[in-house]
């Protein structure tokens, strides 16, 4: 048995004892961290209307909570789903939110895995060059994370070449439309969890449960 796949029993065995002793929060936390590893394990069993659900059920059992560890991992799940289906936008959206309740958390990884996926999301999606380098540079100054700037570095090198060509259409021109890297098959630089279809949303390893 692989590491992953330990992982992955790991989980599901601290999702039973949880829910057995009625500790919703473990149980939870566990839940959205086995969803991953499993869909990592087993890539064939993907159901993303399942994982969908799954996602929803932990976002109102966290808000019950107030937990905003809990909140941040599963608004990570949620963009998880988006990502594979290549809405990048709808990724965004929820790796934003996500952020958000890491930061208030205090959790450091978890805050560099939202980060990482945010950034891959912003690239790879319809977001404005202009406004994807911007956003990108921010949450460098924000996360201090070295691998988190590896990746972001690696993203703005090939960002800051479209924006540098679209400052230099003048002359009485009209600006072309801000450009947009639409939904495009990522390059797999480094990550444990890989995707079938597209690459995995970040290149920092998973939080872990």
């Known amino acids: 048995m692989g590491e992953l796949e330990e992982a992955e029993e790991l989980c599901r065995e601290t999702m039973e004892v949880a829910a057995a002793h009625g500790d919703r929060r473990t149980e939870w936390l566990a839940t959205t961290q086995h969803v991953l590893l499993k869909d990592s394990v087993e890539p064939e069993k993907w159901n993303a209307d399942e994982v969908r659900r799954t996602a929803r059920q932990a976002l109102a059992v966290f808000e019950e909570l107030d ?3 809990g909140l941040a991992r599963a608004w990570a799940l949620a963009g998880y789903v988006d990502w594979n289906a290549c809405r990048f936008e709808s990724a965004a959206k929820a790796y934003e939110r996500g ?3 890491a930061r208030r958390s205090g959790d450091e990884r978890t805050q560099a895995y939202l980060a990482g996926n945010l950034i891959a999301a912003l690239y790879y999606g319809a977001t404005p060059v202009p406004e994807a ?3 990108i540079e921010e949450l460098m100054a924000e996360v201090g994370s070295r691998a988190l700037e590896a990746s972001a570095l690696h993203d703005l090198g090939r960002l800051l070449p479209a924006a540098s060509a679209r400052t230099r259409t003048r002359n ?4 072309p439309s801000p450009p ?5 098959r990522a390059i797999r630089l480094s990550s444990r969890l890989e995707i079938r279809a597209t690459p995995p949303p970040s290149r920092i390893s998973p939080f872990r449960a």
Do not use: N, S
Request: with cysteine; net charge neutral; charged share 20%.
């Open 67 to 69: 937990d905003d560890l």
């Open 99 to 101: 952020l958000a309740h």
């Open 133 to 135: 380098i911007a956003r």
């Open 172 to 175: 009485g021109t009209a600006a």
């Open 180 to 184: 947009t890297l639409g939904c495009r």
